[in-house]
């Protein structure tokens, strides 16, 4: 057997998201903060993400956390958060999936009723409550980052689909809201192919019409659409998260449930400390709610925090064959 690298790597699921999280094989990046290494590691090391979630190791619909030193004394560990669609500034998912790796490997100490788990991320100091019974995780709650409405009930022309209204929210990443009847589409009869060209043709659409701007990172591609079936309201939504490059979330989303209660709280619709249920496409579930105000740049946000279940499914070490002709994975 020959390798150039040994990748040690614990899978889970989250709300039926696959999350794949490096606990070995990697070294410190670069950075005296998460979001320092980040961007090193989008300039730098990129071809590691795409060959660990990329096929043939992963696939088109994988999400994935790398562990890292934290690069403050508050935090027990330090993560990356990677999708097939890049480096995340915060994944929901992500973060519940990896406390849960955390604690049933028993890579943090371990408290019952529940261990505080402490992440240092590209965002910053994100905290899940984990509640834990005889040493296994049942579920996280995290505490997200401030979340906040970016542009609201604003005409979206989609083509194909006509002008339809448009929401657009921060909830630790950028997300657009459009209902599916606007567009013409259902859940259940529409097949998800044709659910995920619409929600792509609304990103393009967004970067046209409703340019984001994050005050700190500049011009920002919207790469997340939640189309909302009917009935979804203040106390329950239905929906499905189309992500870029073109897929389908099996999870409910943590960022997109806290930009969705931005967005109910700014029409005085979800107050504070309301339970919130967010439901994805394949019927999975979290639980969210606001416990605060605050301001972020300049802007009225609120505080979520979401609660979800993880799952781990499977421990590995790929590796990498000096011949492979697929060193960075590859995508169709």
């Known amino acids: ?35 320092e290494r980040r961007r090193w590691f989008i300039a730098n090391s990129d071809e590691l993400r795409t060959l660990l979630l990329c096929e043939p190791r ?23 958060f990677i999708e097939v669609t890049g480096v995340l500034p915060m994944c929901g998912a992500g973060t519940i999936g990896v406390a849960t790796v955390l604690v049933d ?81 259902s859940l259940e009869d529409d097949e998800p192919g044709r659910v995920i060209s619409a929600g792509m043709a609304v990103m393009s659409a967004v970067d046209e019409q409703i340019p984001i701007h994050h005050p700190e990172h500049g011009p920002t591609p919207c790469h997340h659409v939640v189309l909302l079936a009917p009935g979804s309201d203040a106390r329950r939504t239905r929906h499905a998260l189309v992500i870029h490059p073109g897929w389908i979330d099996r999870s409910p989303g943590g960022t997109g449930t806290s930009a969705r209660m931005a967005i109910l709280h700014a029409r005085g619709e979800l107050g504070l400390n309301a339970d919130y249920v967010s439901e994805s496409f394949i019927g999975t579930e979290f639980t969210g709610r606001l416990v605060g105000r605050t301001t972020a740049y300049g802007r009225d946000a609120v505080l979520p925090a979401i609660t979800g279940k993880g799952w781990i499914v499977a421990t590995s070490q790929m590796l990498l064959d000096p011949a492979d002709p697929f060193p960075a994975g590859f995508a169709v």
Request: charged share 15%; aromatic share 6%; proline share 7%.
């Open 1 to 35: 057997m020959r390798t150039t690298r040994i990748l040690h790597t614990i899978d889970a699921h989250v709300g039926g998201l696959p999350v794949r999280v490096v606990t070995g094989g990697v070294g410190p990046f670069p950075g005296a903060s998460m979001e």
């Open 58 to 80: 992963g696939h088109a619909s994988m999400s994935g956390a790398i562990l890292q030193p934290p690069t403050r004394d508050d935090a027990d560990w330090g993560v990356l």
């Open 105 to 185: 490997t028993g890579m943090v100490a371990v408290t019952e009723p529940v261990t505080t788990v402490r992440l240092d991320t590209p965002i910053g100091l994100i905290t899940a409550e984990v509640q834990v019974r005889e040493g296994k995780a049942e579920s996280v709650t995290i505490a997200n980052a401030p979340s906040y409405v970016y542009a609201e009930d604003r005409g979206l022309d989609v083509p194909g689909h006509g002008v339809v209204p448009c929401d657009v929210a921060f909830g630790g990443n950028f997300y657009a809201f459009v209902d599916l009847e606007a567009l013409g589409l």
